[in-house]
């Protein structure tokens, strides 16, 4: 089995910062493409930023500048770096991996979702 595992999400004031951890583990062979997804309230989920196992990153629009993505290969986890926030970034956050299992199987897995609340 897989498990996405995500940490750091709360709530901060406009103009604040936080940052998230998604830790994959379980039988994992490799992780590929990781990537940081968000739903808020009665809207559709959308891509946020994604990484490629390389290091190639993409953003959406509304968090160019702002948000930042990386991932420590040896650990097999993403961060999401936010700054500047605002209360349009208010949402579930969850992480996203294409990974391939230790059984040559590929899957893409998801994370839990932690609450991301920017609000004075």
């Known amino acids: 089995q897989v498990q996405l595992v995500e940490s750091g999400g709360g709530l901060v004031q406009p103009g604040g910062s936080l940052r998230l951890a998604c830790a994959a583990s379980g039988n994992i062979f490799s992780v590929n493409d990781m990537a940081w997804y968000r739903q808020a309230p009665g809207k559709q989920r959308e891509l946020v930023a994604s990484?490629?196992?390389?290091?190639?990153?993409n953003y959406a629009d509304s968090v160019k500048g702002r948000f930042t993505i990386s991932r420590d290969n040896a650990k097999n986890t993403e961060y999401l770096q936010m700054n500047s926030l605002k209360p349009e970034d208010t949402a579930v956050y969850y992480c996203?991996?294409?990974?391939?299992?230790?059984?040559?199987?590929?899957?893409?897995?998801w994370g839990q979702g932690t609450q991301v609340t920017v609000s004075s």
């Open positions: 990484i490629t196992s390389g290091g190639s990153t």
């Open positions: 996203n991996a294409y990974l391939m299992t230790t059984r040559r199987i590929n899957i893409r897995a």
